[in-house]
Nanobody, 126 residues
Framework: QVQLVESGGGLVQTGGSLRLACAAS????????VGWFRQAPGKEREFVAGIANGGRTYYADSVKGRFTISITIYRDNSEKTVSLQMNSLKPEDTAVYYC????????????????WGQGTQVTVSS
């Protein structure tokens, strides 16, 4: 059973930083890709960053150079935390952030992912 639980959201001023965490269980390291997505009010959910087998990463142009995705594995591969370090935050980064998982490589479309967390709110004040 794959479970994804996000944490770390909150309110921050423009230029500040936040670190989101996605606690993922039931995934086999090397078989799954994990992505972070976000959805702002009135907008479609969009890809932010992804990490896959071997630590390969991919970022949306809008966050490249400001956000960093990483992975920590615990307990013989049974649990992992996928973190999203967000620096130099802007008001346009305000959204609900979701982590998602799929078998295989990183994809940027929401319908490519089979498992989703409940989301965590990030608000950047101007």
């Amino acid at each position: 059973q794959v479970q994804l639980v996000e944490s770390g959201g909150g309110l921050v001023q423009t230029g500040g930083s936040l670190r989101l965490a996605c606690a993922a269980s039931g995934l086999t390291f090397g078989a799954y890709a994990v992505g972070w997505f976000r959805q702002a009010p009135g907008k479609e959910r969009e890809f932010v960053a992804g990490i896959a087998n071997g630590g390969r990463t991919y970022y949306a142009d809008s966050v490249k150079g400001r956000f960093t995705i990483s992975i920590t594995i615990y307990r013989d591969n049974s649990e992992k935390t996928v973190s999203l370090q967000m620096n130099s935050l802007k008001p346009e980064d305000t959204a609900v952030y979701y982590c998602a998982a799929r078998i295989g490589r990183i994809m940027v479309t929401t319908d490519s992912y089979d498992y989703w967390g409940q989301g965590t709110q990030v608000t950047v004040s101007s």
